[in-house]
């Protein structure tokens, strides 16, 4: 069975940085793309970033080009997002997903693998 694990979430105040990792293991499965997505309370899961596993091409929600940055450790099978000028509106539980699809889904209906999630909290 394959999973998936973040960590790296935690309590920073607006303007700081928080790098999340996730971690791929178990089996070896086929995984063309992966991503971030987020969820904050009463809210709909919303995507953040995605990078495609073997090539690197990268895609960002608008809410966080220029401060986000996704990329993948092949040889570690682990996916970061590095998140700079963190704002408290980029508070939620942040999952990774992976997809077998080709392609970059930018919606979780695309991706069949999901995380358990971690908390990010940005203070003002």
């Known amino acids: 069975q394959v999973h998936l694990v973040e960590s790296g979430g935690g309590l920073v105040q607006a303007g700081g940085s928080l790098r999340l990792s996730c971690a791929s293991s178990g089996r070896t499965f086929s995984r063309n793309t992966m991503g971030w997505f987020r969820q904050a309370p009463g809210k709909e899961r919303e995507f953040v970033a995605a990078i495609t596993w073997s090539v690197g091409i990268t895609n960002y929600a608008d809410s966080v080009k220029g401060r986000f940055t996704i990329s993948r450790d092949n040889a570690k099978n682990t996916m970061y997002l590095q998140m700079n000028s963190l704002k408290p509106e980029d508070t939620a539980v942040y999952y990774c997903?992976?997809?077998?699809?080709?392609?970059?889904?930018?919606?979780?209906?695309?991706?069949?693998?999901w995380g358990q999630g971690t908390q990010v909290t940005v203070s003002s």
């Open positions: 997903a992976a997809t077998s699809w080709v392609g970059i889904p930018r919606t979780s209906a695309g991706y069949n693998l």
